[in-house]
């Protein structure tokens, strides 16, 4: 049997892995094509524009944000904000980076076909859903990434006992820092590896560096969101977090995820118990311990140990942390040093129900958020369309973007030369929702004012339980007794995000506001029998 070079098993084996790398960055991106803003991404885009060191090192929820907001403004500046493309590219990318981080740490000890699926698994986490499509989410991705380089990094240099791979470590560390709180919980795990280790002689700067420019910006800007007041609740918290870590790598219910916990506790027991274990082997493991900490004492309140974004770190912790102590037990066989095929080939099978069962949910998170940018989009159609009329002061929506208020958005719109709006004319075309939220806006232009001159009022008629009014009209109402009335343009009234408004006995003036869409208003009266129609 000829075998082939080793060059050709290489370059084979690059080719593999490149095409799995295309196939996965190609499908997410057709999952989350529609996709917008969203939420907390509108911080970025509002208030930190302008390059500046009050921009790059505020604190976003107590967490040091400097890389991804200056990722923020570089593609702010290229892309504007009519491309969400690019952010939702520069996520799948980061995203992809930190699979191939967890899969290069694998490999090390078992080898390519692991480490390959262990990138494929990762790479099609249906559980991660929220960091993979949402743009903002590079911060907490690229937090993880360099924590997992930096470990990759610390590994190496003691292999090949290499000065330049403990500094790049170390630079790896403090981007981690410089990108999410969850750095943190990275400079613990590994000032503890090189603190605490046989060479500390040669590591122990490796976490001083970043410890120290992370505690001189909190000095300066940091803020806290932990309580020691929750501490009670931090074991639940994290029990949750572990489950529903286990649960969503499957795609199950999180009874199932604690059953999975559970067996794997008793499986890391068994080396424990013989010492086999080492700092080095459970560092996946603490650091997910300690992020989980972290989280339970800063957002007990919340509640929320199932987030997606949360799953995500957990998972990857999960994956890596107990292929590093499955090294471990095979490692004390002497007759096994790596695993078997049968072992690989239940390694494979794993990962292939993990991406089955959690595939749903992918599915259905690209969904929600891309509903949830086209609500938002349509609304800002209207703020474009009423930039003048509109408060600047008021939440573009107070449920789906309430930190997004109309004067500073405007502002970015004509600093960046670009709006994230839909086409106005496609608002009538446009989801339910999107409407609703369009509707909801719109409602904050039309105030009935009270006119004091009976005289005004010649002709009474008696109205319908409708009024159609065309855009730029103006109606006179005579309000016989209290009543209701709604009004609703793009979406039925029944259904109005506003409801219905009271108004008393009087003499009112509706103006209705003119733009470029032709779609008439409609003003839905509670009791018509009590409102005469002015004939002016």
Known sequence: MIEMPRSSKFYAKLLVSSSCALVIAMYLMYLGRGNNFFFDEWMFVVSRRGLSAHALLSPHNGHLSALPVFAFMVLLKFFGLNH??????????????????????VRRNHGWLIGTTVFVVIGLMGAGWQNIFWGFQIGFMGSLFFFLLSLYLLDKGRTQNGSLSFLLSSISLACSLLCAGLGVAGLAVIALLC??????????????????????????????????????????????????????????????????????FFFCAQPAIRQRLTMRSIALIAFAIVFWT????????????????????GIVALVVGVLDIIFVSEAAIPLSLSLSLSQKAGAVLVAFLAVWGSHASLVQGAQWLKIEG?????????????????????????????????GPYLAAVDDLGSSAAIDPQDLPTASEQARLGADLLLNSLVKPQTMFDPALCKVDNQ?????????????????????AYGISRFAPQEVSRAGMQSIEAGLYEIDIPDDVVEVPWTLTLENSADVRICDM
Do not use: C
């Open 294 to 313: 972290m989280v339970g004492l800063s957002r007990t309140a919340v509640w929320e140990p199932n987030a997606s974004r949360y799953l995500y770190v």
């Open 374 to 406: 086209d609500i938002v989009s349509a609304e800002l159609a209207v703020v474009m369309m009423h930039r003048e009329s509109l408060d600047p002061l008021i939440a573009v929506d107070p449920a789906h973007a309430p930190m997004l208020t109309v």
């Open 84 to 105: 969400y493309e690019a952010f939702r590219f520069a996520a799948v990318i980061v995203h992809l980076s930190v699979a191939l981080m967890a899969s290069l740490l």
């Open 195 to 264: 603190l605490f280790s046989a060479d500390r002689q040669r590591t122990w700067w490796i976490p001083v560096g970043p410890a120290v420019m992370y505690a001189i910006w909190y000095l300066k800007y940091g803020t806290s969101q932990a309580k020691l007041s929750a501490l009670h609740g931090v074991p639940l918290y994290a029990s949750e977090s572990a489950s529903g870590s286990a649960a969503g790598f499957f795609g199950v219910d999180q009874m199932w995820g604690a059953l999975v916990v559970g067996a794997l």
């Open 463 to 483: 109205a319908g339980s409708q009024i159609q009014l065309m855009p730029g009209s103006t109606l006179l109402v005579k309000i016989l007794q209290g009543t």
